[in-house]
């Protein structure tokens, strides 16, 4: 399995740091939905779900966590504590997020609006998607 991180532009000076993005020039999508998790309690693991269609990007724009990657073939761990990096989720891809710093804001960049008939929520079905494909 291919991790894809994205390094984003930094513009910075004695001010401080910004990071722009652009949809179909930083990020490979159409963003339709922005949205941030914040004040995980210790402990607790999110996702636990892959996406039929669906792309996201993952910026921990505070703090820390991992995400743990999962084609149904091979598992991946990926840490995420820097505020201008990004990490592409493709459809048909199970993620669990977990270990969060308490100050983590982790914010998704999402290529389509909400949907709940997108989402895979039992691992099992998850399998047999992957094994169809």
């Not at 991180?5 to 401080?16: L, T, V, W």
């Not at 607790?44 to 993952?58: D, E, K, N």
């Not at 308490?102 to 709940?116: K, R, T």
Request: hydrophobic share 35%; net charge negative; charged share 25%.
């Amino acid at each position: 399995m291919q991790v894809v991180k994205y390094a984003f532009q930094q513009h910075g000076d004695a001010r401080g740091q910004l990071v722009a993005l652009e949809e179909l020039r930083d990020i490979p999508f159409e963003i339709k939905r922005v949205y941030y998790v914040y004040d995980t309690s210790v402990g607790v693991r999110r996702g636990f779900h892959s996406h039929r269609t669906l792309q996201q990007i993952l910026i921990c724009i505070h703090g820390s966590c991992k995400v743990l990657l999962d084609n149904g073939k091979e598992k991946k761990i990926v840490s995420l504590e820097k505020p201008y990096e990004g990490l592409y989720v493709p459809q048909n891809m199970w993620r669990e997020m977990y270990d969060f710093t308490p100050d983590a804001v982790l914010m998704v960049l999402a290529s389509e609006y909400y949907a709940e008939g997108d989402y895979i929520r039992d691992y099992e079905e998850f399998l047999k998607t992957c094994a169809g494909e």
